[in-house]
């Protein structure tokens, strides 16, 4: 004897018996072949209401689906008996206007589950009560909760909501509940590839902003390296000759005499928030430069203008500014509270770190910024860097630290002489204490000045 596992046990098994588990196999099946196959959840859910009408041979069926925002529900209605359908149709109209006008956000369209499938059950009861129709529901949970419900209606007064009945609509419910978390999962994941292609975006325009390669200063060998720890990074640095605006063209060369800006920032946080400032921030300061004020004056511009767009954004910007002329070899500067440069002198080995008074861009729009100058000779080297290279960190937790990054940088100009090496040898010490598998926790950036 072969047993039907929705059936009860002690039943035979006879001719229908089989015939109505083939059909009840045969839809089950269709459905799986929907929830495997269906794209959209819902193609899925217009077929359902007949789905579940058949398997368990009531007149009518209907599901109420909710989404995880709380929005007006997905419906789908099915009726073999089109006698009783406007009826049950009034029913389920009616809960939404009453529910709507109760206990709705008009603004949103939004209602509440529970709230509405009392409404609609109340309106439902009615008919039973009437002896038009009878209905049975099974509830579509999910790990967030009820999101909905699968009914069913029937008129014939002999029919009988059975276990094997209740056992199959659950089936369904269940099934259901996987569909509505795939549907999800493919919504969330399509958004994700939607962020993912915008923040690329981003990062190829940051790309773009920064410097290409290192500008051909008289007298000074110059080298950046530029490492960010997510796609799109906080850190900028930049170099601005003091004529740029005037150079409409490749074909026109910069002025032996010129002089250079030389800066580098970064911004509170990682990521594209952190990227987009950083994009604004070299967009001001580039046209803070074409007016031809101190570097000082410039911090202090540049403050006041980006204080009001970071005021309410809880991030702010350091920055360390300077002008280099390469006929007398001065530096002139000004620090909005960056990690201030360290100078190597060729002559007097030892380290000088160039700072001035000044706050971070954004606190404060009164502040006032310190400058100062400094004389290079030949053979002296001048690093900027962001905090990411000390802050790197090992598998123990400990950070390179600022003692760690000076003694590294001074070894490497006493055994290099170019500053390409003395770039490469910093950030090899930087990785060796770091390890190979500890991953980058934020972005590292210095630029090296050597004076030849």
């Known amino acids: 004897m072969v047993i039907n596992p929705f059936f009860d046990l002690q039943e035979p098994v006879t001719d229908l018996a089989n015939q109505k588990q083939e059909k009840i196999h045969e839809i089950l099946e269709s459905l799986g072949f929907a929830l495997r196959n269906f794209k959209n959840l819902n193609q899925y859910l217009e077929i359902l209401p007949s789905m579940i009408t058949r398997i ?54 939004t209602i509440y589950w529970p709230e509405f499938e009392a409404e609609l059950q109340q309106n439902l009861l009615k008919l039973g009560n009437e002896g038009r129709i009878s209905f049975f529901a099974v509830k579509i949970v999910m790990d967030d909760g009820e999101r909905g419900c699968l009914y069913v209606f029937s008129d014939k007064p002999d029919y009988v909501w059975s276990s094997d009945r209740q056992k199959l609509l659950q089936i369904v419910a269940d099934q259901t509940a996987v569909a509505v978390i795939n549907d999800e999962l493919t919504v969330e994941l399509r958004r994700r590839d939607l962020l993912n292609q915008e923040v690329e975006i981003g990062a190829e325009i940051q790309e773009r902003l920064l410097p290409r390669q290192c500008p051909d200063i008289p007298g000074v060998e110059v080298t950046a390296c530029y490492q960010n720890a997510n796609r799109v990074s906080g850190d900028y640095y930049d170099f601005i000759p003091a004529n740029y605006d005037r150079l409409s063209s490749s074909s026109q060369k910069l002025d032996r005499d ?59 910007v350091t920055l360390f500014y300077s002008e280099y002329d390469p006929t007398t070899r001065i530096l002139s500067y000004s620090n909005a509270a960056h990690n201030p440069p360290l100078l190597w002198r060729s002559t007097n080995p030892g ?102």
Not at 83 to 88: D, I, L, M, P, S
Not at 411 to 440: L, M, P, W
């Open 351 to 452: 380290l000088t770190m160039l700072d001035t008074p000044g706050m971070l861009i954004g606190l404060d729009p009164e502040t006032t910024y310190g400058e100062s100058q400094v004389q290079l000779e030949s053979g002296d080297v001048l690093m900027y860097y962001t905090d990411g290279l000390t802050d790197a960190a090992n598998e123990n937790g400990e950070r390179f630290d600022e003692e760690n990054l000076q003694t590294a940088f001074i070894n490497a100009c006493q055994n290099y002489q170019h500053s390409q090496a003395i770039i490469d040898q910093v950030f090899s010490k930087i990785r060796t204490f770091a390890g190979d598998k500890q991953e980058q926790s934020d972005d590292m950036t210095a630029v090296v000045l050597r004076v030849v």
């Open 56 to 109: 368990t041979d009531a007149d009518a069926g209907l599901v109420v689906l909710f989404r995880k925002n709380g929005q007006l529900p997905a419906q789908e209605f099915y009726c073999r008996n089109k006698t009783n359908c406007e009826q049950v149709t009034r029913s389920i109209e009616k809960s939404l206007r009453q529910i709507l006008s109760t206990l709705g956000d008009r603004s949103s369209n």
């Open 258 to 316: 010129n002089k250079w800006s030389i800066t580098i920032g970064d911004v509170m946080g990682k990521g594209v928030p952190a990227g987009l400032i950083m994009t604004m921030t070299r967009g001001m300061l580039r046209a803070e430069v074409l007016n031809g004020n101190s570097p000082a004056q410039i911090l202090q511009h540049l403050n006041r203008v980006m204080y009001i767009d970071l005021e309410n954004s809880s991030r702010f």
